[in-house]
């Protein structure tokens, strides 16, 4: 099967004759912006005319027209067509093993959350805050809301320290059945009331399609968990909403997966996304996952949406999630989220990762010259 990498662009113009490379970029330079999805064939060195006609026929029987480019020692064929209605052209390649080389995508597979839709960097308001400018936002609270005081608690504590949106999960993706669950819809009250009493935004998990319309009434900032990173219908009815998105990285999400998981977001006309790197599983065990700060500059590089970093989940243990706030402000991140409990010894989920009311306090002034040094405020 020929590449489909999400540059795919960026390798078509290696190994052609300068011929070929020439035509290539004009044809590319054509039909970059076309909303067509283009895909380049590259075929084999030495095949006869009547070979390349077969491959052109069946280029055409999918509902793609081929343009052809001839260097010296080897041809390529631009095709334009329409992946959404059409079958996709990577199966030349197991269908001519002989004659197609490899088939790639000139443009990269997701456009609006792509830089080059949209190079300045996309900022997100949150009530009276904007999110991905000037301004460092972190974002604290428990993993789950459990009671009115163990919310108010910590609101009061993190708002205090300097934190602007205040997390909570009322609805809780357990591994188990038999773990704490959430409390629901009890506990988005409780997350509005701390709004109230407090200021602060909030931002709470939307774990169902069906209770999208209920999270959307009390929540500033949908929250979709790295287990539902790629349930695409959630993703829609969350971004039809119309409420601000963060897109937590799946578990064993490659980068390209989340960009394109992002774009169900922007192509459901909501264009306040937000991704939020949370580890990912790897083979290592000292850490609960792994958490990957290369993503802070890609993307940056690749997309224009704000980049949050959540070391709870992160690390999975309260004595890391200092450093490795540090790292992800020193890298570029855009905002944080951190777990934070009047006494994780007792919470009902998380209780190993999750900061203590000073710890948070302490952590919010050892930030402050790491923000100034990335040039925030
Ligand atoms: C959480 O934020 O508490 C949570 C469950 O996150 P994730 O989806 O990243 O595991
Ligand atoms: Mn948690």
């Known amino acids: 099967m020929g590449p489909r990498t999400a540059g795919g662009s960026d390798r078509l113009f290696q190994n052609k004759s300068p011929q070929v490379a020439l035509r290539l970029r004009l044809f590319c330079g054509n039909f970059r912006s076309n909303p067509k999805p283009t895909m380049i064939i590259v075929l084999k060195p030495g ?7 077969s491959v052109l026929a069946e280029i055409r029987k999918l509902g793609y027209t081929p343009h052809v480019m001839r260097g010296v020692a080897r041809t390529v064929v631009g095709a334009i067509g329409d992946e959404l209605t059409h079958a996709n052209l990577d199966t030349l390649t197991a269908q001519f093993p002989k004659l197609v080389e490899s088939v790639m995508p000139i443009q990269k597979r997701y456009k609006l959350v792509s830089r080059e839709a949209h190079p300045a960097n996309s900022t ?71 709004r109230k009493q407090t200021g602060l935004a909030i931002i709470t998990e939307l774990l169902s399609e069906s209770h999208v319309e209920m999270v959307a009434e009390y929540t500033d900032i949908i929250q979709i968990g790295a287990r539902n990173a790629q349930n695409f219908q959630l993703l ?94 020193a890298m570029g991140a855009d905002a944080l989220l951190i777990e934070v409990h009047p006494n994780p010894a007792e919470a009902w989920s998380d209780g190993a990762q999750q900061l203590t009311l000073d710890g948070f306090a302490k952590l919010m002034t050892e930030l402050k010259p790491f923000i100034a040094a990335a040039g925030r405020e």
């Open 236 to 329: 829609i009815a969350a971004a039809k909403t119309g409420k601000p998105v963060l897109l937590k990285r799946g578990l064993s999400m490659k980068i390209e997966e989340w960009l394109l998981a992002g774009e169900y977001v922007l192509a459901n006309e909501n264009p306040n996304l937000m991704f939020c790197e949370r580890g990912i599983r790897t083979f290592e065990t000292y850490t609960r996952n792994t958490l990957d700060l290369s993503t802070i500059p890609i993307i940056k590089r690749e997309s224009h949406s704000p980049i949050v970093i959540d070391p709870s989940q992160g690390a999975g243990r309260a004595d890391l999630v200092a450093t490795m706030c540090k790292g992800a402000v």
């Open 124 to 194: 997100i308001r949150v009530r009276e805050h904007t999110l991905g400018g000037k301004k460092f936002h972190v974002m604290a609270g428990p993993c789950s809301v459990e009671s009115e005081s163990q919310l108010l608690t910590t609101a009061e504590a993190v708002k205090a320290a300097g934190a602007t949106v205040l997390r909570g999960g009322a609805f809780k993706p357990r591994t188990s059945p038999y773990e704490f669950q959430g409390l629901g819809e009890k506990g988005l009250k409780l997350l509005a009331k701390a």
């Open 47 to 53: 095949i006869s005319k009547t070979d390349e006609r």
